[in-house]
């Protein structure tokens, strides 16, 4: 959401909202190659894919909901809706989606 606020609302970042950033991706990548890398669930059958499956899953969704984040703040700000309207059009399109 960050950067898709940054590339499309023109908003400016702070160096430690860069360094949180920096540290979520940081933890993202050890725990999604630590579920890579594990041993403990090995069978014949298993090579990876069901893995790395759920993490593109997983990044889907987070993209989703960033891009969702981002209309919701250029619609409250930029565009002349009553907040009610936003939260409505938030509700359908959760209701859509679900």
Known sequence: ???????LLGK?????????????IVGVAFVGSSDLLSKHAETVED???EAI???GLVML???VQASQIIVEEYM?????????HIIGFEGMWGFFVH
């Open 1 to 7: 959401a960050a950067l898709l606020s940054m590339l």
């Open 12 to 24: 400016k970042m702070h160096c430690v909202q860069w360094l949180g950033i920096g540290y979520c």
């Open 47 to 49: 090579d990876g894919t």
């Open 53 to 55: 499956l759920g993490i």
């Open 61 to 63: 969704g987070q993209g």
């Open 76 to 84: 409250l700000k930029r565009v002349d809706f009553p907040a009610m």
